[in-house]
């Protein structure tokens, strides 16, 4: 069975750019987080989308935006990108939104502004 | 809020001898709690999870970690490490708010030396 899978791999952007990272989950999952992992931290909660609605949103600025479509894929799109932003963006899927239900992570998008 | 401390960044340790990695976390609330591991260029894997019952959980490769409320701990052990087992750890708890969203620690590097 295929995991969560996540496109692109890497990709470079230069500072004020715009970038939307792609996440497709698991078969039959209905949730999908977003994730922030900057180097030589632990992952910050960025979103959940459940049945295609918010359900969670992290402390990030509103350039950061999400949505998920009815196939239960989803987008993570930022706006006027920092220097700050690089990070590893991480998506992770699971059954139903609750945490209680194990979360499957994807291998994630490494981002890089100059 | 929630928050997880994990007390060791780096923790180097011979093959075959035992370890443990320290987790501490802060909740008003029940929690979940998780062990995640993350090996180089990929993503995060839930290594074992405590949601409720027995205080002592186990993986399928040989770590162990136990729940401990009234020192708000979660320890992660193992009692002989390999080479394979080097990599970064997460300690992870759930959020209040019955989401799935996960407040993860800052990461122990565990590296196994032959």
Partial sequence: DAGVTQSPTHLIKTRGQQVTLRCSPISGHKSVSWYQQVLGQGPQFIFQYYEKEERGRGNFPDRFSARQFPNYSSELNVNALLLGDSALYLCASSLKETSYHEQYFGPGTRLTVT | ?114
């Fill in chain 2, 1 to 114: 809020a929630q928050s997880v401390t994990q007390l060791d960044s780096q923790v180097p340790v011979f093959e075959e001898a035992p370890v443990e990695l320290r987790c501490n976390y802060s909740s008003s609330v029940s929690v979940y709690l998780f062990w995640y591991v993350q090996y180089p260029n990929q993503g995060l894997q839930l290594l074992l999870k405590y949601l409720s019952g027995s205080t002592l959980v186990e993986s399928i490769n040989g770590f162990e970690a136990e729940f401990n409320k009234s020192q708000t701990s979660f320890h992660l052990r193992k009692p002989s490490v390999h080479i394979s087992d080097t990599a970064e750890y997460f300690c992870a708890v759930s959020d209040s708010s019955n989401t799935g969203k996960l407040i993860f620690g800052q990461g122990t590097t565990l590296q196994v030396k032959p």
